[in-house]
């Protein structure tokens, strides 16, 4: 009999940590398809709550760390760009993202997992828009990967580190067979540019046509193996 209740024992508590497990990933889930919903809408400071007190995000191979630093980034430089300072929605402004093909690896710990989604845009401006298309193509579709790592926060699963790793653009008359991406060189760091980063990464990726390879944070489900790519 007490062989019998330790078996039971071992198999509930292994029952709790897989639900334990399985709550992280739909938590995580969720906390950047709100992100994306938010960047939609141009709700900068809901995008900045969802990030740890020390997280950061790289944009244009800056990297903004903390919530001071990513108000920059979010409030000042895309706000200002996309919304003229006003909170969004706004007529004739559309930023929509659609997050697929997730991958969620929450560590042993249960304290810091890693994500990797793909995400489609649609970005641009309608004809009525006042002051016309801004920093935008009128029509433009964009893919990217996100990279992203999560940190578990006084509970709560908040961002720790944000990476959109921008892969094609295609303008919507013309397609990706004839459309040749526009990156924006990086920032100066601040304070040189009041909006730009507090440090810049070494090097760009490669973006359409050419093509670069954006590390994976998870192993080969089948062998286990870790996948290294050149960036």
């Known amino acids: 009999m007490s062989d019998r209740l330790a078996q039971l024992e071992a198999q509930v508590a292994a029952m709790a940590v897989r639900l334990q497990r399985q709550e992280d990933e739909a938590a995580i889930r969720r906390l950047h398809h709100a992100y994306g919903y938010f960047m939609d809408y141009c709700w900068y400071d809901e995008v900045i709550d969802l990030f740890a007190r020390d997280g950061e995000a790289v944009f244009l191979s800056g990297v903004y760390r903390g919530h001071a630093s990513l108000r920059r980034l979010y409030v000042d430089f895309l706000?200002?760009?996309?919304?003229?300072?006003?909170?969004?929605?706004?007529?004739?402004?559309?930023?929509?993202?659609?997050?697929?093909?997730?991958?969620?690896?929450?560590?042993?710990?249960?304290?810091?997992?890693?994500?990797?989604?793909?995400?489609?845009?649609?970005?641009?401006?309608?004809?009525?828009?006042?002051?016309?298309?801004?920093?935008?193509?009128?029509?433009?579709?964009?893919?990217?990967?996100?990279?992203?790592?999560?940190?578990?926060?006084?509970?709560?699963?908040?961002?720790?580190?944000?990476?959109?790793?921008?892969?094609?653009?295609?303008?919507?008359?013309?397609?990706?067979?004839?459309?040749?991406?526009?990156?924006?060189?990086?920032?100066?760091?601040?304070?040189?540019?009041?909006?730009?980063?507090?440090?810049?990464?070494?090097?760009?990726r490669k973006v359409w046509p050419e093509r670069s390879a954006l590390p994976l944070s998870y192993a080969h489900p089948v062998t286990g193996r870790a996948l290294p790519v050149e960036a």
């Open 79 to 204: 706000g200002t760009a996309y919304t003229g300072g006003a909170r969004g929605p706004v007529h004739g402004f559309l930023a929509d993202h659609f997050l697929l093909q997730d991958v969620i690896s929450v560590a042993p710990d249960g304290q810091t997992a890693t994500g990797r989604f793909r995400a489609l845009l649609m970005l641009g401006s309608h004809e009525s828009r006042p002051g016309g298309n801004g920093p935008l193509p009128a029509q433009v579709y964009e893919a990217g990967l996100y990279e992203n790592a999560y940190v578990r926060e006084g509970g709560v699963w908040k961002i720790a580190r944000l990476e959109y790793a921008l892969q094609w653009q295609a303008l919507y008359d013309k397609g990706w067979a004839h459309t040749v991406t526009d990156l924006p060189p990086a920032l100066p760091p601040y304070p040189e540019s009041p909006i730009g980063p507090d440090r810049l990464l070494p090097a760009t």
